[in-house]
């Protein structure tokens, strides 16, 4: 499946006026196995969310409609984020989650992650494509909300990048 067709599946969402989302694009040179397996751990986002001081499950065991809540490392604007898992396919490697709550900036949060391969002139790369809708806070500008989502989304993609490509070239 192309990236443009990945996006027409899953990457569509409707905004409301004051709300705001975008779309961010990872390429790893790792093979999509290992990276699905470290992306779909609900229950330890922090094996490569380095912002994640601790993840506590509060429903569930890390499937589908499992919550966690998750510490953020101090220094960020916010504390703690209370998150529910909506969709877990292995097979079409989609990932929805949706934020309920917590101390921080990113309120009535939804997001889809799909992982898929693509041919590149050294070989196969896995192409991570994670997309949200976020609302806009009081006080905030569409641009300031998706800038900071956008940069957490970004710091997050780059950290799964190079947890995988060092797993990957012990593998090799």
């Given amino acids: 499946m192309s990236n443009m067709t990945h996006m027409d599946s899953y990457h569509n969402h409707a905004l409301l006026p004051n709300q705001c989302g975008s779309t961010l694009v990872q390429i790893i040179d790792a093979p999509l196995p290992l990276v699905w397996s470290i992306l779909r751990q609900f229950d330890n986002p922090q094996a490569y969310k380095r912002f994640i001081k601790s993840c506590t499950m509060r429903t569930g065991d890390g499937g589908v409609g499992s919550i966690r809540q998750v510490m953020v490392s101090s220094g960020l604007p916010g504390k703690t984020s209370m998150e529910r898992l909506d969709r877990l396919d292995d097979e079409k490697h989609v990932m929805n989650i949706s934020i309920l709550g917590g101390e921080h900036k990113l309120v009535n949060y939804r997001s889809t992650t799909t992982v898929h391969e693509e041919e590149e002139e050294k070989g196969m790369k ?19 909300t998706c800038l900071f989502a956008n940069t957490i989304i970004g710091y997050n993609h780059r950290s799964l990048a190079k947890v995988a490509e060092r797993m990957a070239a012990v593998i090799m």
């Fill in 126 to 144: 896995t192409v991570v494509i994670e997309s949200y809708v976020v609302d806009i806070p009081g006080g905030s500008s569409k641009e300031d």
